[in-house]
T-cell receptor, first 120, second 117 residues
Framework: NAGVMQNPRHLVRRRGQEARLRCSPV?????VYWYRQLPEEGLKFMVY????????ESGMPKERFSAEFPKEGPSILRIQQVVRGDSAAYFC??????????????????FGPGTRLTVL | AQKITQTQPGMFVQEKEAVTLDCTYD???????LFWYKQPSSGEMIFLIY????DQQNATEGRYSLNFQKARKSANLVISASQLGDSAMYFC??????????????WGLGTSLAVNP
């Protein structure tokens, strides 16, 4: 029963360091979404990736943030030179290609447990 | 612009009673989907229920039902027979079906539900 896996679950960084967040989608899912949840707020879309392609990065900050989803291995969200305002929960979600049934809701995204980033 | 509004920051309900969590949405696209997710204090996001804009009937999943009123652009979540384990944050979200395979979700700010024994 391998759902979406994210690691680490908790990450502490000092200002100026780099943060690397990993997401392994559900087996067979080729679409990955990253969302950020600031304290006391809802989730905000950051980026949508398919294998080896960034499809929509309209929610990504212009600087310091990057994402990839290589042909092999997990999707990575990378934050360079972290600042205190980057402290948040980062969620990854995966889905099969649109138009396919996933066993649950037709268009459901499966969420990982999140990575809680704290910047000191 | 697309938007989800949840006007109830916090709600209380007595155990075993029903509760309605409000959600209104704004889009000019005719094809969209609406979701409700639960986020307990442990932090994970749990999918509850889905409603498509062309679905003729209101969605139901066990104790959860979605009161979909398309003309009013509302998609309220009804939880029947509340349980203590229902205490959590509840988020309403929307996706549009106008952009190929992109199913990014637009989220409301959430409603915190507390179930009293």
């Amino acid at each position: 029963n391998a759902g979406v896996m994210q690691n680490p679950r908790h990450l502490v960084r000092r200002r100026g360091q780099e943060a690397r967040l990993r997401c392994s989608p559900v087996k067979g899912h080729s679409h990955v979404y990253w969302y950020r949840q600031l304290p006391e707020e809802g989730l905000k879309f950051m980026v949508y990736l398919q294998k080896e392609n960034i499809i929509d990065e309209s929610g990504m900050p212009k600087e310091r943030f990057s994402a990839e989803f290589p042909k092999e291995g997990p999707s990575i969200l990378r934050i360079q030179q972290v600042v205190r305002g980057d402290s948040a929960a980062y969620f990854c979600a995966s889905s099969p290609p649109a138009g396919t049934h996933s066993g649950g809701s037709y268009n459901e995204q499966f969420f990982g447990p999140g990575t809680r980033l704290t910047v000191l | 612009a697309q938007k989800i509004t949840q006007t109830q920051p916090g709600m209380f309900v007595q155990e075993k009673e029903a509760v309605t969590l409000d959600c209104t949405y704004d889009t000019s696209d005719p094809s969209y989907g609406l979701f409700w997710y639960k986020q307990p204090s442990s932090g994970e996001m749990i999918f509850l229920i889905y409603q498509g804009s062309y679905d003729q009937q209101n969605a139901t999943e066990g104790r959860y039902s979605l009161n979909f009123q398309k003309a009013r652009k509302s998609a309220n979540l009804v939880i029947s027979a509340s349980q203590l384990g229902d205490s959590a944050m509840y988020f309403c979200a929307m996706t549009l079906y106008n952009a190929g395979n992109n199913r990014k979700l637009i989220w409301g700010l959430g409603t915190s539900l507390a179930v009293n024994p």
